[in-house]
């Protein structure tokens, strides 16, 4: 595997990078208001602080057509992958530090499996916002640099990540709904699937720590 940026052609699979918007203030917010676990990754789906910025209307009326969002976080130290996850939109990731985002395709699960070995890695340079698409798999960011802790904001349709509904399954797809609007696939060797999330991702659990020495 080799670390790619999310400026060269082969992101277009996956994504593309936001422009027009300033993150500034957004950034600075975050920076201001969360922290960096060394040891660990925290997700918050909705902080109000954040969506308090004065980007919060252009990403609710631009990037998502008016469309309730929440704007959250995902910081801390990883670089494994672990887990693929995906939604039904896309998903706005917005970096405060470098980091690499682990993605694959949806179309290359079959029968509620994926190898390990159809994973990109792209660079995301501190400052920039990229569009995840709703068919790009992906889950925690990885840091740039060993040891190195990361804050990125992390832009979804309102709801998002809160409780699983009660459903009956109707399909295989339905077995791996892990919370609401979102569906994940683990590496047998976590702690996801431990809580019972559908083991689906076969191969290695990647580790990129000898990629960003």
């Given at each position: 595997?080799?670390?790619?940026?999310?400026?060269?052609?082969?992101?277009?699979?996956?994504?593309?990078?936001t422009?027009?918007?300033?993150?500034?203030?957004?950034?600075n917010?975050?920076?201001?208001?969360?922290?960096?676990?060394?040891?660990?990754?925290?997700?918050?789906p909705?902080?109000?602080?954040?969506?308090?910025?004065?980007?919060?209307?252009?990403?609710?009326?631009?990037?998502?057509?008016?469309?309730?969002?929440?704007?959250?976080?995902?910081?801390?130290?990883?670089?494994?992958?672990?887990?693929?996850?995906?939604?039904?939109?896309?998903e706005i990731?917005?970096?405060a530090?470098?980091?690499?985002?682990?993605?694959?395709?949806?179309?290359?699960?079959?029968d509620?499996?994926?190898?390990?070995?159809?994973?990109?890695?792209?660079?995301?340079?501190?400052?920039?916002?990229?569009?995840l698409?709703?068919?790009?798999?992906?889950?925690?960011?990885?840091s740039?640099?060993?040891?190195?802790?990361?804050?990125?904001?992390?832009?979804?349709?309102k709801?998002?990540?809160?409780?699983?509904?009660?459903?009956?399954?109707?399909?295989?797809?339905?077995?791996?709904?892990?919370?609401?609007?979102?569906?994940?696939?683990?590496h047998?060797d976590?702690?996801?699937?431990?809580?019972?999330?559908?083991?689906?991702?076969?191969?290695?659990?990647?580790?990129?720590?000898?990629?960003?020495?």
């Amino acid at each position: 595997m080799k670390i790619q940026s999310v400026f060269d052609k082969a992101f277009a699979a996956y994504g593309k990078v936001t422009e027009g918007y300033d993150f500034t203030n957004l950034l600075n917010t975050l920076e201001a208001n969360s922290e960096k676990p060394a040891d660990s990754v925290i997700y918050v789906p909705s902080v109000e602080a954040l969506e308090a910025a004065d980007v919060y209307a252009s990403l609710r009326d631009n990037c998502y057509g008016g469309m309730p969002i929440q704007i959250g976080y995902c910081n801390g130290t990883n670089t494994k992958l672990n887990c693929f996850e995906y939604h039904r939109d896309s998903e706005i990731d917005i970096a405060a530090d470098d980091v690499i985002l682990l993605v694959a395709r949806q179309q290359d699960i079959i029968d509620g499996q994926i190898d390990s070995s159809k994973t990109e890695a792209f660079l995301c340079p501190k400052g920039t916002g990229v569009e995840l698409y709703a068919t790009t798999l992906h889950y925690a960011p990885c840091s740039a640099k060993n040891g190195q802790g990361f804050r990125v904001v992390i832009v979804l349709p309102k709801g998002t990540n809160e409780d699983k509904p009660s459903i009956t399954p109707k399909n295989k797809e339905d077995n791996m709904l892990f919370a609401q609007n979102k569906w994940l696939v683990a590496h047998k060797d976590t702690d996801e699937a431990k809580q019972g999330a559908h083991v689906g991702i076969t191969g290695e659990n990647i580790d990129i720590t000898e990629l960003i020495k």
